[in-house]
């Protein structure tokens, strides 16, 4: 899967999920790479993505305001004479100035997409009509690397060495690859043990019975 994004005076924002990493670029505008880095899946998890959005209607209102009172001798110069002046060209170029600085800032600062791995953290414009590829591009990248996870290391083998295959499923449980009775499961497996908390009894302390 593959999630790329231009964005006026910044670049390219280029993201691809492969088979076993999760690949960025960012390249400036003329083309040159600033950032390339290529995370593997047993460092990509937790995923956590945000969509931030604050857009200062108050302002956007009054530089309205403020282009409306300077443009309104411009305009009705040119209505009543039929003329375009200088004073409407100008104003033209200042309208123009502004919309560019909006839309600038819209992406940049007031609507943006989050992206955060366990390492990485990339920053998008918020663009309304990528919104549904963004979050697909997330949900995608957590099942893609849970899979994975699984897949690789969500085996156990009991004619090995216990503790690291121990280690190895609390871990795949503490990132969620593992729900609770999988990783309970794969632990009576290696240890025989349906659990490994200590039975008392007459006062003294037993160890769990292995499971046959």
Request: net charge positive.
């Amino acid at each position: 899967m593959i999630f790329t994004q231009k964005q006026l005076f910044i670049g390219t924002t280029h993201i691809a999920l492969r088979a076993e990493s999760l690949y960025v670029c960012k390249r400036n505008p003329q083309g040159v790479a600033t950032l390339e880095t290529e995370v593997p899946y047993e460092e990509v998890l937790p995923v956590k993505s945000g969509e931030h959005r604050h857009i200062p209607t108050t302002q956007l209102v009054l530089t309205g305001l403020l282009l409306l009172f300077v443009g309104y001798g411009p305009w009705r110069d040119w209505l009543a004479t039929g003329e375009a002046g200088f004073p409407l060209y100008s104003w033209w170029v200042i309208l123009g100035v502004n919309a560019l600085a909006i839309w600038l800032r819209f992406e940049q600062q007031w609507c943006t997409f989050r992206l955060q791995t366990a390492h990485l953290a990339v920053t998008l414009a918020g663009r309304p009509w990528q919104r549904d590829a963004f979050r697909a591009l997330v949900t995608e990248l957590e099942r893609r690397t849970k899979t994975y996870l699984r897949d690789e290391y969500g085996q156990v083998n009991p004619l090995g060495f216990i503790e690291p295959q121990l280690r190895r499923v609390a871990w795949l449980r503490e990132l969620d690859v593992l729900s609770a009775r999988e990783a309970q499961a794969l632990s009576t497996r290696l240890t025989g043990r349906r659990t490994t908390d200590t039975l008392k009894s007459m006062g003294q302390e037993l160890e769990s019975p292995y499971l046959n």
